[in-house]
């Protein structure tokens, strides 16, 4: 009796599991259903139409990577300067560990606000209007605490003794990291930041909430032109009652998730080498 | 510029670079707060927390949170009924059960249930779940809480059974041996033993659940309407605080006017809420720590 609750359980604890990759399975399956035939070189390379048959993602796509670059460009050297000063500075004062706090604080709070934060002060009080380089600010600062969480962890792997040796020919702390430490964590930095990325080109919400444009009729040229991403456009589709650019909005959702697979096998990739070179 | 001035400049551009977190919060604060406090000058705090009428964007306004309140708990609490058992139950087979194998494979599906865009849940709950459940409630409207709850449920899912699982593989082995040596079986180790010791680190996984699932904008503002609703009703359309955030947010609102400020109250409901939960969450957390180190 005892051990026939026993095999209950596990039935019902592998049903869970069940039901999530079924999900995820119907997920792929009904968008690919619904989106896969207007996938098309005329859908990738067109722009934004009130005819959903000649409607195209050209333009969202050249905006999230655009805002995606660009947030990486500024995300990177901000989070791994914060990354080695906590982990290589600021170990044990008091001030570190207040902002260790405050990074994990940061990390749960909802996107929706840094959207706010964006709108009240890179959009209005820094006047930067509603450009690729507010949108990438935003989402700079939302990116921020992944950022140096998997720094910090790239930093922990680098061994001791690459530090001891570089210490024992007379190199200073910053010429140590510099010349030892961070090239050594590079591989490592640059997955974490890719990850990150992955999940900021899929976010929608605080680009919204910064008034990134939902019909824009043309590609960004320069980190002041307005602009919209693939997300936002696959909202914007998505609202509207007719069927033809719901399936637009599917297409959509292809190419955003053709896009993340890509940036996620480029992370496995450096991982893979990293660990490799790790070992010999 | 001689060697030692140029470490301390460098540690002190290092520690400028760590500051911006906190900037951040500060920034955040600053910013909903200024413009709160302008909107509490023409709507008195009273009627905003407990008027039970949202309607600022029509000619007869009234400033009640209440429905927006409701309307997101309701979500959230539908995606709780999901996401709990579930993470729960799937963490648990996966730290006191899953051979190696299994776990390999699972894991990254976990992973990749995680890393969807909102957006797509989005699209899979209007488009897909809506439907299906509509054929079993045929009266269930095409906007409603149900749909969006429960994809949010799956969505944080993962969340949910990787904290927990990492709070209970944090539990030493000896008690689990110690319960197999008084004849227990795995399944009484696993919920009489493991689950209590790994307690409170399993309520932080929760309670951070909930503060995700209080947040989450892009399912509930494309599958759930936009209709302020004080209802408990999981069949109609209703509005939540992000959505509601949104719905502002598409149209062009004039910086300065009343409507634009309440998007800057409602988030600073939010940061609240989900900011007291966060630190709960945090604070269960490091206690956990504690005890077994």
Redesign the interface.
Known sequence: MKHRADLAFRVLAMATLVVALVTLGALIIDVMADGAHRLSWQFLTSLASRRPEDAGIYHALAGSIWVIVLTGLLALPLGVASAIYLEEYGTASRLARFIEINISNLAAVPSIIYGLLGLGLFVRTMNMGRSVLAGACTLALLALPVVILSTREALRTVPKSIREASYALGATKWQTIWYQVLPMAFPGILTGLILSLSRAIGETAPLITIGALTYIPFAPDSVWSPFTVLPIQIFNWVSRPQAAFKENAAAGILVLMGLLLAMNAAAVFLRDRFQRQGRS | MQ?RR??RL??F???A??????F??A??IL??A??TIEFLREVSIVEFLTGTEWTPLFANRHFGVLPLVAGTLLVSGIAMLVALP?GL??A??LSE?APDGVRRL?KP??E??A??????????A???VTPLLQRVFPQMSGFNALSPGIVMG?MI??LVSSLSEDAMRAVPSGLREGAYALGA????T??QVVVPAAFSGITAAFI?AV??A?????IV??AAGQQPRLTANPFVPLETM?AY??QV??GDTP?GTLEYRT??AV?ML??LM??GL??V??WLRERFREEYS
Request: net charge negative; charged share 5%; hydrophobic share 60%.
């Open positions: 060697p140029f470490e460098i540690e551009l290092l520690l670079a760590a500051a911006l977190s906190v951040t919060t920034g955040i910013v909903l200024v413009e579930m139950l799937a648990v087979y059960y699972v599906v976990l990749v249930l890393g969807v865009p909102t957006v797509v849940y989005g699209y899979f209007l488009m897909f799956i899912l993962p079986t795995r399944m009484q696993a919920l951070l503060s995700r209080v947040g989450e904008t892009m503002a494309i992000t955030i949104v947010s598409l910086q998007i800057f988030g939010l940061f989900t900011f966060n630190l969450s945090t």
